[in-house]
């Protein structure tokens, strides 16, 4: 059996602050600290998290007066800011820098006077929050989203309308560059950010899934079902014509998958641990037989983003 890793995989820049923002929160203020939405969508991280004292709510009514709270890596609206702020609540923003870039744009487009077109997957909370940046006292616009070419033709929008789009980050590359040529086509006036909004950890990960596919029987994804960019990875190995199959840990993998089988791919989403991982090779190894281990060169990542001053640890 040849096992092939993709490189890069498992944690980005992003997740690896939002998880040490809550533990160093736990660590210096103690425990409880409430987190809006899970921190990061893995559920061996959330587990591992809420068993040093971390407590995740969906609506700031759960945490009580006199508390902290700290908003996830996918970003919070406005209005959760400023109910926060309103109730005195001690904030960190474990909110990843790349999804402030996008809300950074959006407020721009708002004030300019544009309609706003988001590609994205609706109720995500990510998508969420990057709506909750646009104010209608201060723009006049609409807001609409957008998840496919489909998507797009049905909006039937006036083509003199003052339009621009943005991205979720964790999307398919491939997807959102058809998406946004149609939007192209149809509304060849429309305006969109300068860099690409889907982050550089998403595009080394799907660029690594596709040459990790060429040379494999079957691909794991090390992620959970929840994780956007999991999820991608996951349609991303299908679509190269592999087998392939999302799950939480080696606990998934069921040994019938392996027949027939002589080369096993195995990568993991940005929020996936590398213990992950290194659960799945060794249950590969003792369910196969002559396992030959390598992994592939890939796209170095050396990207790291500061925690807030009072939870740096000198």
Not at 93 to 119: Q, S, W
Not at 131 to 149: A, T
Not at 284 to 298: F, P, R, S
Request: with cysteine.
């Amino acid at each position: 059996m040849r096992l092939r890793l993709a490189n890069p995989r498992g944690f980005c820049a992003g997740v690896d602050r939002a998880i040490e923002i809550v533990n160093r929160a736990i660590e210096i203020f103690g425990s409880p600290i409430y987190v809006k939405h899970e921190v990061v969508h893995n559920r061996f991280v959330v587990n591992n998290l809420k068993a040093k004292g971390a407590i995740f709510v969906e609506e700031l009514t759960e945490v009580p007066d006199d508390n902290i709270v700290i908003f996830s890596a996918h970003g919070v609206s406005q209005q959760v800011r400023k109910t926060a702020n309103i109730r005195g609540l001690k904030v960190f923003d474990a909110t990843c820098p790349l999804v402030t870039k996008v809300h950074m744009e959006v407020i721009r487009y708002c004030k300019g006077g544009f309609n706003l077109i988001l590609i994205g997957h609706e109720g995500h909370p990510e998508v969420d929050g990057t709506i909750g940046q646009w104010d209608n006292k201060i723009g006049q616009g609409e807001v609409y989203i957008v998840e496919s070419v489909e998507d797009v033709r049905k909006l039937q929008l006036q083509k003199d309308l003052k339009l621009a789009y943005v991205s979720q980050t964790t999307l398919s590359l491939d997807d959102t560059a058809d998406i946004i040529a149609e939007l192209k086509t149809i509304y060849p006036a429309i305006q969109g950010p300068k860099h690409d909004d889907i982050c550089y950890a998403t595009q080394n990960r799907q660029h690594a899934v596709k040459d990790l596919a060429q040379d494999c029987d079957l691909v794991l994804v090390v992620g959970s079902v929840n994780s956007s960019n999991s999820n991608r990875l996951h349609e991303l190995a299908e679509r190269q014509g592999v087998k392939a199959y999302l799950i939480d840990d080696a606990d998934c993998i069921d040994i019938t998958w392996f027949n027939g089988v002589n080369s096993i791919g195995v990568t993991a989403g940005a929020s996936a641990p590398e213990k992950l991982v290194k659960d799945v090779i060794a249950f590969i190894q003792q369910h196969a037989q002559n396992v030959e281990l390598q992994e592939l060169h890939g796209e170095p990542e050396h990207m790291v983003f500061a925690l807030p001053k009072e939870l740096r640890i000198s």
